[in-house]
Nanobody, 119 residues
Framework: QVQLVESGGGLVQAGGSLRLSCAASGSIFSIDAMGWYRQAPGKQRELVAAVTSGGSTNYVDSVKGRFTISRDNAKNTVYLEMGSLKPEDTAVYYC?????????????WGQGTQVTVSS
């Protein structure tokens, strides 16, 4: 079992910045990729950014150049630095961790943290 605890959401004006953190605990030795998803009202949950255990990253096109994902393996924590925020970035942001299991991957989720960007 893996537990994920998120922090850092809040209200910010357009153009501002926020930093999200997600600390993992439990059976963390089996975690491969970690990432952030978001879900806005009436929309499907989408991948925002992810980082593998080896440090490879990927981003959704809409946040490239504005958001940076990083991972501190010593602290079992993943971060999302969000800059030049736009109202369309408003959503609940969920931390995700993928555990390598027999036959594939298993997803763990955090409880979600609200990010609201005002215009």
């Amino acid at each position: 079992q893996v537990q994920l605890v998120e922090s850092g959401g809040g209200l910010v004006q357009a153009g501002g910045s926020l930093r999200l953190s997600c600390a993992a605990s439990g059976s963390i030795f089996s975690i491969d990729a970690m990432g952030w998803y978001r879900q806005a009202p009436g929309k499907q949950r989408e991948l925002v950014a992810a980082v593998t255990s080896g440090g490879s990253t990927n981003y959704v096109d809409s946040v490239k150049g504005r958001f940076t994902i990083s991972r501190d393996n010593a602290k079992n924590t993943v971060y999302l630095e969000m800059g030049s925020l736009k109202p369309e970035d408003t959503a609940v942001y969920y931390c995700n961790a993928q555990e390598v299991v027999v036959g594939g991957l298993f997803d763990y989720w955090g409880q979600g943290t609200q990010v609201t960007v005002s215009s």
